[in-house]
């Protein structure tokens, strides 16, 4: 686990009712500090707020798009870092809505830095994603940081736009001498729920592969549908990097820690094993000692073939390697969770 004994002050989390920002929160409330979590609740729940409640945690329902609520917030909790997770995650509904995904994550995460900027806030660590990379030349597969970016969907886009204002606002803070640091963590899949069962995945729509196979194991859909079974891997369906959303939170806290005014970091998140669509439902059955309906379907647009980490960069230079990267443990983490609350946040 990451060190957590120097504290960089209060912390805003963004979308922190959310899958991946609720365990951002749940895990440096742990360790100790201030946290502002900053919410639209268009997709995130209060429940998981009420769930981590404590002293420390102060809930400003609000959105990233509200520059001047944004500012107001990091100077009254004198915010020093920005997590930055607010944003919309579906491949498939931002090929269908672009707008909608330019205008939530990128000009979202625009008003958010320029809050941060007049705020005077020197680091912020940004959730960025692999689909960034679009289709990776098969010689970048595992994909390091230096693979070309050119993404084919309008998600992987909207974030990679919000790579290039951090970039280009690092450096000319730079030349201000007034050093801003950032981090921009491309995440692979994230998989999972925390150890304790307080929190976990609860979307809706739910698209995503794993709570989507969980699901049908439970009776709650009729099978699965597998988007695409002819694309140029070995059994034909897609492969991805499945990583656990503790494991992923704690890379978060490794590279805030290490991240000081002036950096630009970027690395990938993964375990550095790539499963195909196939290779998930083989292991969902196992763990949840099912037989599923399972549909071959057409291609979903957007999807690359095949996307996992070479997560040789962290490992190097922060010494950070993921502790969990047995697949059916994983899937069994987010079962867990799926079991105890099968209708998510709803009682
Ligand atoms: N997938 C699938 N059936 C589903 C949901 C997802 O075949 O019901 C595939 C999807 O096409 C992709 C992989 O599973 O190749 C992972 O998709 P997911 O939506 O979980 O994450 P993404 O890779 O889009 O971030």
Not at 31 to 40: R, W
Not at 157 to 163: D, I, N, Q, R, T
Not at 291 to 297: F, N, S
């Amino acid at each position: 686990m990451a060190d957590s004994s120097s504290s960089p002050g209060s912390i805003m989390v963004t979308g922190g009712a959310g899958y991946i920002g609720s365990h951002a929160v749940q895990r440096l409330l742990r360790d100790g500090h201030t946290v502002v979590c900053v919410d639209n609740l268009a997709r995130g729940h209060r429940a998981a707020i009420d769930r981590l409640a404590c002293d420390t945690l102060h809930f400003h329902q609000a959105d990233i798009g509200d520059g001047d609520t944004i500012e107001k917030l990091l100077k009254d909790y004198n915010v020093s870092t920005i997590m930055h997770f607010a944003a919309l995650a579906y491949v498939g509904e931002s090929v269908t809505d672009p707008l909608k995904y330019y205008r939530n994550n990128a000009a979202g995460a625009l008003a958010m830095l320029e809050a941060a900027d007049r705020a005077g806030v020197s680091r912020f660590v940004f959730s960025s994603t692999c689909a960034t990379y679009g289709e990776p030349p098969a010689d970048m597969v595992p994909i390091p940081e230096h693979c070309p970016q050119s993404p084919i969907s309008p998600y992987g886009a909207s974030k990679l736009h919000v790579e290039h204002m951090l970039r280009d606002l690092a450096e000319a803070k730079r030349r201000a001498n007034q050093p801003f640091g950032y981090a921009a963590l491309r995440y692979f899949n994230v998989a999972g729920s925390d150890r304790s069962g307080l929190i976990g995945e609860d979307h809706d729509p739910e698209t995503h592969l794993i709570p989507v196979v969980l699901q049908a194991a439970m009776g709650q859909r009729d099978g699965i549908s597998i988007f695409g079974t002819d694309y140029p891997t070995d059994d034909g369906t897609c492969i991805r990097d499945y990583i656990h959303v503790e494991d992923l939170i704690d890379a978060h806290v490794t590279v805030m820690h290490a991240l000081e005014p002036g950096d630009e970091r970027h690395y990938n998140l993964g375990i550095g094993t790539g499963y195909s669509v196939r290779q998930i439902i083989d292991a969902a059955q196992r763990v949840t000692g099912t037989t599923l309906k399972i549909t071959d379907g057409p291609r979903r647009a957007g999807d690359p073939p095949k996307l996992y980490a070479n997560p040789a960069k962290i490992k190097g230079e922060l010494g950070w390697t993921a502790s969990l990267t047995d697949l059916d443990e994983t899937i069994a983490s987010a079962y867990r969770w799926f079991q105890k609350h099968p209708n998510g946040y709803d009682a």
